[in-house]
T-cell receptor, first 115, second 112 residues
Framework: KAGVTQTPRYLIKTRGQQVTLSCSPI?????VSWYQQTPGQGLQFLFE???????NKGNFPGRFSGRQFSNSRSEMNVSTLELGDSALYLC??????????????FGSGTQLSVL | GESVGLHLPTLSVQEGDNSIINCAYS??????FIWYKQESGKGPQFIID?????DKRQGQRVTVLLNKTVKHLSLQIAATQPGDSAVYFC???????????FGSGTRLQVQP
């Protein structure tokens, strides 16, 4: 069974641009979460989706948004990029999410550099 | 492609020694704890978990200890191998929370 797939692997943007990152969960998984990883702040929760609905959101500005499609694939978008948005963006999937009875599986991430 | 902390605490051990990685968690309402391993260029990988109604759980070469009184977790790795070199994170959550809160991580370096 294929793991969580994130594309692209690397991305370079300039300040003020916007970016869209993509995540394909493990087949059969319906919950997708996004995390931001930086050297200064570590791993921080962005949002979680299930059945195309955002169920939880972390403490990030409105420039960070996401969505989930009917096939459970998810995208996240960052508008008006700032230098501080440079980070590794990680996607994770699980069967239904929100329960401690299932494990979370992470992708390898998209490394975003904002110049 | 790794963006893991440049200023992480580092634990350096000799191959074959036992390693102990510590973590303090913040939310007393958390009732489920997980240890993840992150290798260069990869996402976090599940190692072992423990629920708050337990204080110890063992896996293959790994043991997690939970002290709820002082909100402390530890991960013990027996007979550490070069392949164990990675960054280790603890994470906490609770049923229905739908989000993990991660610790800041510890880099484990295994010297051959």
């Amino acid at each position: 069974k294929a793991g969580v797939t994130q594309t692209p692997r690397y991305l370079i943007k300039t300040r003020g641009q916007q970016v869209t990152l993509s995540c394909s969960p493990i087949s059969g998984h319906r919950s997708v979460s996004w995390y931001q990883q930086t050297p200064g702040q570590g791993l921080q929760f962005l949002f979680e989706y299930f059945s195309e609905t955002q169920r939880n959101k972390g403490n990030f500005p409105g420039r960070f948004s996401g969505r989930q499609f009917s096939n459970s694939r998810s995208e996240m978008n960052v508008s008006t990029l700032e230098l501080g948005d440079s980070a590794l963006y990680l996607c994770a999937s699980s069967l239904v999410g929100g329960t401690t009875n299932e494990k979370l599986f992470f992708g390898s991430g998209t490394q975003l550099s904002v110049l | 492609g790794e963006s893991v902390g440049l200023h992480l605490p580092t634990l350096s051990v000799q191959e074959g020694d036992n390693s102990i990685i510590n973590c303090a968690y913040s939310n007393s309402a958390s009732d489920y704890f997980i240890w993840y391993k992150q290798e260069s260029g990869k996402g976090p990988q599940f190692i072992i978990d423990i629920r708050s109604n337990m204080d110890k759980r063992q896996g293959q070469r790994v043991t997690v200890l939970l002290n709820k009184t002082v909100k402390h977790l530890s991960l013990q790795i027996a007979a550490t191998q070069p392949g164990d070199s990675a960054v280790y994170f603890c994470a906490e959550t609770a049923e229905g929370r739908r989000a993990l809160t991660f610790g800041s991580g510890t880099r484990l370096q295994v010297q051959p």
